[in-house]
């Protein structure tokens, strides 16, 4: 079943359930369901670029052949790809993209997982509610770098003013913060300091929120932030590729 998506996530996947190669994507399709696009061996940063040129990226529109699989709750949104299928449509407009953050939209974390997220954290696998969404109206207050991976860790409120400290694997978010520390020598509270600046100087800012895979040792679902888009954007334009030059 060939489906048209417009890719919401491109996140970095942890190395325990990858080889360090691996991303996970999630998009919209026309008629605003949200779907995964799972693989065999797992979705490769590989299949990210084609000719040099990014062609899945946040924003971006991309046809996949899609198949119905078996799906564990909460990741209900999984469907099987042909890794050979995937062809690119172009990229959105800014009207467009914008659009499509808004129809996958909550005011409030607790309305995304239907108030069945636990400590403000995690869920337990196997819980009947959706993985992934769009958080409007947030505001980010503070932001960690991890000393190692310089992985950013976000701290931010919604609209009930419920204050919410997770990592992020936005991959761009993350390779633009690993670039600047460890390429160019950044200190990182510079680094921090330029990121908040840009967060609250934009007109409008929309957080995607996702579930990881359960961990092996507790089982649970751990939320993340797996996006973070601004309104004008922040990047102004550059891809998880172009941060790292």
């Known amino acids: 079943m ?7 996530d491109v996140t970095q996947m942890p190395q325990e359930f990858s080889n360090g190669n ?5 998009g919209v399709d026309k008629d605003g369901k949200t779907i995964r696009p799972v693989c065999k061996g797992g979705f490769q940063k590989d299949y990210l ?5 990014v062609i899945i990226r946040p924003g971006a529109k991309v046809e996949f052949d899609l198949q119905v699989i078996t799906v564990i709750p909460p990741h209900v949104e999984d469907m099987d790809f042909k890794p050979s299928s995937i062809v690119s449509k ?3 407009t800014d009207v467009e993209w914008e659009k499509t953050l808004q129809q996958t939209s909550f005011s409030t974390v607790d ?3 239907e108030g069945k ?6 869920l337990p696998a196997g819980t009947n509610t959706r993985s992934i969404a769009t958080l409007s109206g947030a505001k980010i207050v503070g932001i960690q770098l991890a000393e190692r991976s310089v992985k950013p860790r976000i701290t931010f409120i919604d609209k009930t003013n419920h204050q919410y400290c997770r990592p992020s694997s936005d991959l761009t978010l993350w390779n633009r913060c690993y670039f600047q520390v460890r390429k160019k ?5 510079t680094v921090i300091k330029e990121l908040l600046i840009a967060f609250s100087n934009s007109k409008r800012l929309y957080l995607r929120l996702g579930l990881a895979r359960p961990w092996k040792k507790d089982n649970q679902c751990w939320m993340q932030v797996t996006g973070v888009y601004t309104f004008p954007d922040y990047l102004q334009g550059k891809t998880f590729l172009d941060v790292l030059s």
């Open 2 to 8: 060939k489906n048209t998506l417009v890719i919401t």
């Open 22 to 26: 691996e991303a996970c994507v999630v």
């Open 49 to 53: 670029v084609q000719n040099n040129n």
């Open 90 to 92: 172009g990229f959105c």
């Open 111 to 113: 309305d995304i997982y």
């Open 117 to 122: 997220l636990q400590g403000n954290e995690c």
């Open 185 to 189: 020598h950044v200190n990182p509270d």
